[in-house]
């Protein structure tokens, strides 16, 4: 019995197998670098169309982009000022907390050095009621 190797049939329909499957391979990577040079065409073409609409100042586009631009700025500038606005309020009041502070502990002084003053003990309190 002969070895299939050897067989002339069978390594004939092996090499076209392989011949079909090789160029089918070849078909199928040509048919998708076609596809994907027809998408980037079609979104070169579309970045392009897009561009010569923003170029042109009486575009509807133009129009929209150059607002919301403006819009942007404009809503960047405001939450600047309300950002600083909240920073000279959070400032004003730690300074007022800070000037409270430094009232009670200068009440506090002042009633320390009066009491100094004035004398601790029976004396003191016995002057202080006009006894």
């Known amino acids: 019995m002969p ?15 392989a011949k079909c499957s090789a160029e089918q391979d070849r078909q199928r990577s040509a048919e998708r670098a076609e596809q994907q040079r027809k998408v980037a065409a079609e979104r070169a073409k579309a970045a392009a169309r897009k561009a010569a609409l923003l170029a042109d100042p009486t575009s509807a586009r133009a129009i929209q982009a150059k607002h919301a631009e403006e819009v942007s700025q404009q809503l960047a500038k405001e939450k600047r000022e309300r950002q600083e606005v909240l920073r000279k309020i959070e400032g004003n009041k730690m300074e007022k907390r800070d000037k409270e502070q430094r009232e009670r502990e200068m009440r506090a002084q002042r009633k320390r050095d009066e009491q100094a003053r004035e004398g601790g003990g029976m004396s003191g309190i016995m002057r202080r009621e006009g006894r």
């Open 3 to 17: 070895s299939p190797t050897n067989d002339p049939l069978s390594s004939l329909f092996a090499d076209r197998a």
